[in-house]
């Protein structure tokens, strides 16, 4: 009897598009983009870039000239020798979306880590958000360089890579004060898996490694030392566009008098305590785990004072992430508000429009109760809408 071969299964289909159709698409989003110069490039990246060109790629380190910390200037001034070749506006955009391509790869390995069949598709919907192809081609910001580790930190979780983890989470702070607003989550990873307290300073060492070059070349350690710190008295407002419940909160009549921002920062810590509390006592495995990281950001940009219209910006991300890992309609629906919220906070910047700022907050204030409910219920780690174990 001639044995029959076995059958062979067919490989797993992606439902989205291949990864050339969606770059094409997004290219024409970011050239759609490209030619707007928005105020904060006028007003900080390009006379970073100018006193860079002008000073030399080093010497211009010797002494403080932005109040960014250096990890993003030293991509300026890697780039600054294209100077005379690219317009500079151009130049820095491009470095922006460099960088979105190294946040796409991040999005592909934490998706790859997530068991979902061709990592590759999910990750080139990165560059077809919204909210990051603003980011980059319009704003020319640098927001995908803190956010590319944090993806990476997470995957490291998942894996859990502990000392990894916290590596990641100490390059992400280097480039932005930002990245602490998913802190509650790798805290509360940190505390349920009783990673050793010897790690924990992992973080703020390769933070310090980060800076050792600007150090070098000269820049006072007190200076960066003192960079966070001056950015967060830079702006007194309650919400600046940022799709929170500040934002609607700074239309509503009130008294000058009344200490809201005390309010939302006492508001803020206390449900970040909570937040902590509550999941270093559950175990967190596959998307249970990338919920949990959206949510520690929802929660914590929505209630700190002081928020802008780009510092949900890894929520877009995470909620991606989230949405293509699990495939349902629920979690594209949250992906979708979240988005909503984020790209409306984005236009109320470039607008001027205030009222734009608290329309946005309303869909981000809806993804958070999405993400919340089935996370605080006791068997979230079986609710078939999170759980997947990897």
């Not at 001639?2 to 062979?8: D, E, G, M, N, T």
């Not at 317009?87 to 491009?94: G, H, N, R």
């Not at 068991?115 to 020319?140: K, T, W, Y």
């Not at 200076?223 to 799709?243: G, V």
Request: with cysteine; aromatic share 8%; glycine share 4%.
């Amino acid at each position: 009897m001639i044995p029959l071969p076995l059958p062979v299964a067919a490989p797993a289909r992606s439902p989205w598009p291949p990864v050339l159709v969606t770059l094409a698409a997004a290219a024409a989003l970011h050239l759609a983009f490209w030619h707007i110069v928005a105020a904060d490039m006028t007003a900080y990246l390009l006379p970073w870039f100018d006193h860079i060109r002008q000073t030399g790629p080093i010497a211009a380190f010797a002494a403080p000239f932005s109040n960014y910390t250096p990890p993003y200037l030293y991509l300026l001034a890697l780039f600054s020798p294209l100077g005379p070749f690219v317009p500079a506006v151009s130049l820095i955009k491009l470095i922006s979306v460099t960088g979105t391509g190294a946040l796409a790869l991040a999005v592909r390995h934490l998706l790859i880590r997530l068991d979902v069949p061709q990592a590759e598709r999910g990750a080139a919907l990165v560059f077809l958000l919204p909210s990051v192809a603003i980011n980059a081609s319009l704003l020319g910001q640098a927001d995908m360089f803190w956010a590319a580790p944090c993806i990476m930190a997470l995957a490291a979780a998942l894996d859990r890579r502990h000392a990894a983890m916290l590596l990641w989470c100490g390059v992400a702070l280097s480039f932005k004060a930002q990245s602490v607003l998913i802190a509650p989550f790798f805290i509360a990873v940190l505390i349920h898996r009783r990673v050793p307290l010897r790690l924990w300073p992992l973080t703020p060492l390769a933070t310090a490694a980060m800076m050792m070059p600007a150090i070098l070349a000269g820049w006072p350690l007190g200076d960066l030392l003192a960079i966070y710190a001056q950015q967060s008295t830079t702006f007194a407002d309650l919400s600046r566009n940022a799709p929170n419940i500040w934002s609607i909160i700074d239309l509503l009549p009130r008294g000058d008098d009344m200490p809201l921002l005390g309010l939302a920062f006492t508001a803020a810590i206390g449900v970040s305590a909570a937040y902590i509390a509550r999941f270093s006592a559950q175990p967190m495995h596959g998307r249970v785990l990338i919920a949990a990281a959206l949510l520690a950001m929802l929660v914590t940009a929505g209630l700190l004072p002081k928020m802008h219209e780009r510092f949900f910006y890894l929520a877009d991300i995470v909620a991606l992430v989230l949405a293509v890992a699990a495939g349902d309609r629920t979690s594209w629906r949250t992906a979708l508000l979240v988005q909503t919220g984020s790209t409306l906070a984005l236009f109320a910047y470039l607008s001027g429009i205030e009222s734009v700022a608290a329309i946005s907050a309303v869909p981000m204030l809806v993804a958070t109760w999405r993400v919340a409910v089935p996370l605080l219920q006791p068997a979230a780690n079986d609710n078939p809408l999170l759980a997947r174990p990897v």
